[in-house]
Structures are given as C-alpha cells and as structure tokens.
C-alpha cells in the first residue's frame, strides 16, 4: 500500500529508536527528566519564545493553548476551515468553554478587515473576544502557507486590540522550509505557538506548545489537570529531538514529491488538482468522474493506495518521509489508469 492519508502516518526512523533506546529520562511532574528539557529548550529557542511545553499532540496543543489564553464565556476568532474547528471534536466548547467566532479565510489567509470588524467591542450583551487562532500551513486550503508579510497585518490588527495570537502551526516547518525562511519570521507575529513533531517530522508522538515564560508554566498545569503529566517521557523527547534538529531540511522533498503528484495526477481527464501545491499536501476534484470521494477512495484502495476524503467531491493526498519517489510515479501511474 502507498499510504498517502496524512504525515501523521510516519513512522521513527531508527536514528529516533536509537535515540529513544539510549534516552537519559527522570520524572517530568518533578521537572527531573533531562531529554524533555533539552528538547523543550531546543524548541523554544528556534521558535523564538521564552519557554517550550512538550504535548502529546497537536490536537493538546491547541486545546491548552485555548484553556491557557481564555476563560469560559469568551469568544475565539478563527478560520471556519481551521482544525481546532473543524477537526477537534468541539473541544474549545467542551473543555475552554468558549465560543468559536468563525470567519472565511481565502486560501487559509484570513483577512485583516473581516478580522477587525469580528473582534468584539465592550457591550453587556456581547462576550470578549480574548483570542485569534491562525493555521500555518493551512491542511483544508491544502497546505496553504501564510507569507510573514500577511501574519503581520492580522499581527497588527491583534496587537493594536491587544489580543493574543495563538498559531496551529503544525506545518509550520513546512512554510518555513517552502519560504526557505527561520520560524522566526513566523513567530514573531504569534504570541504562542504549537507545532507538530509528528507529522513531517516524522516522530512517533508529540507536538510542542511554545510562548512566554509566564503562560508556559500555567499551560503545564493545564496539561496536568487534563491528566497530561509526563513520567519517564524523555522516551518520546528523544525522537522528537531528532525530529527538530535532523528532519527538518528533507521536508523539501516531500514538497517536489507533491508537485510532481500533482502534476501527474492532473493529466487524469477526470481529475482536476484544485490547490496551488506549495508543501505536502495535493487536493484533487473528482466530480467529473461521477464518483463520491468515498467511492473513489475506495477504488484508490482497490488499487494500492490510500488518500483521504475531503468533501463529497475532493480528495486529499500527503507525501511523506515514508513515501518515496517511485511510489509517487507508481502513484500516479496507476490513477491515470484509473477510468
Ligand atoms: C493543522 C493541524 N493542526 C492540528 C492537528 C492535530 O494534530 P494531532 O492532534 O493529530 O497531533 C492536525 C492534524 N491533522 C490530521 C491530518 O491532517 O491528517 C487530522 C485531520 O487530524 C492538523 O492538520
């Protein structure tokens, strides 16, 4: 099978189970696990914050990010195609307590106007808006990356209000790496952070939440009261060590691999690719076909390889650390077979 569903599919590499193997470890709850400290305080230097939280996901990530900034009752402005929105269960509502208030972006970018006349103006009836959530790259604009110079306007809009940003940067490596620019360029426009060591990066678990020294310490206590309190978890620091400091560079061929896929794929009669493939992700439209995605997943399967519905009518392929070149022409050769 090519297992083209997502970059969370990657499996450690065996630099990461050596890593993992000879990791020096203690219990995290009493702050004694070195590995995890060594990769928190790696991550927080290159993302340019004070202080770096490990977290079991991208998903807890964003969930103590949200609990962290807000107090139940206010309001978050964020993308209507955004994960935390779309993919996370309701959990901002669930857990936070607060109502999401949700705009349209163009290709993942939200728009600076639209963004200021969301914000809330201070009126009894009305709940404070306490937090903006951007998404770099952009998964449902397939992969979309958010240039610096557009995070500033939204930047600018936020701090001239003084509310906080908050970036799912889960892809963030993957802008960086296609603007061939430091995270920093990004970060400098966010006040916290959260990216994924498990996708791209191809480690097994986690992500990082990053941000001021303050807000660090109270999101560790969030995750503890969510059950997160890590022991031994230099295990998994170690991977996500090599993850941050060995894998980030390749990332660029998992960008070639998704344009020559799309390239391909577009050749198909029937399929036509509906993104501008900037990172790892192809988007294709199938209508032509008279297929529903869930068909035409099935008929991918049918013929050894795996892709994910995006709509009634899209489908969503992400090239990865474990999937090569050959498989990408493979890939494409048999779709283009396909009738
Ligand atoms: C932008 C963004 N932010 C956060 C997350 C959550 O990360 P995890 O909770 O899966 O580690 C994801 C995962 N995305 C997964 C995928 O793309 O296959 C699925 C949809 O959850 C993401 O794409």
Known sequence: MIDLRSDTITKPTKEMREAMFLAEVGDDVYGEDPTIIKLEETAAKILGKEAALFVTSGTQGNQIAVLTHCRQGDEIILDEDSHIVFYEGGAISAFAGVQPRTIKSENGMLD??????AIRTNDIHFPDTTLICLENTHNRSGGAVIPPSHMKKL???????????HLDGARLFNSAVALNLPLTEFTQYTTTVQICLSKGLGAPVGSILAGPKEFIEKARKWRKRLGGGLRQVGILGAAGFVALTEMVDRLAIDHENAKILADGLDKHPLISVINKVETNIVLID??????????????LKQIGILAVPFGPKTIRFTTHYDVSKENIKETVNKVLNLK
Not at 159 to 164: G, Q, S
Not at 286 to 299: L, M, N, P, Q, Y
């Open 112 to 117: 600076p106007k639209k963004l200021e006349e």
């Open 155 to 165: 930047f600018d809009v936020a701090t001239e209000k003084k509310i906080p940003i």
């Open 286 to 299: 199938i209508t032509k076909t008279g297929k529903r995605s869930d068909k035409f997943i099935e008929a």
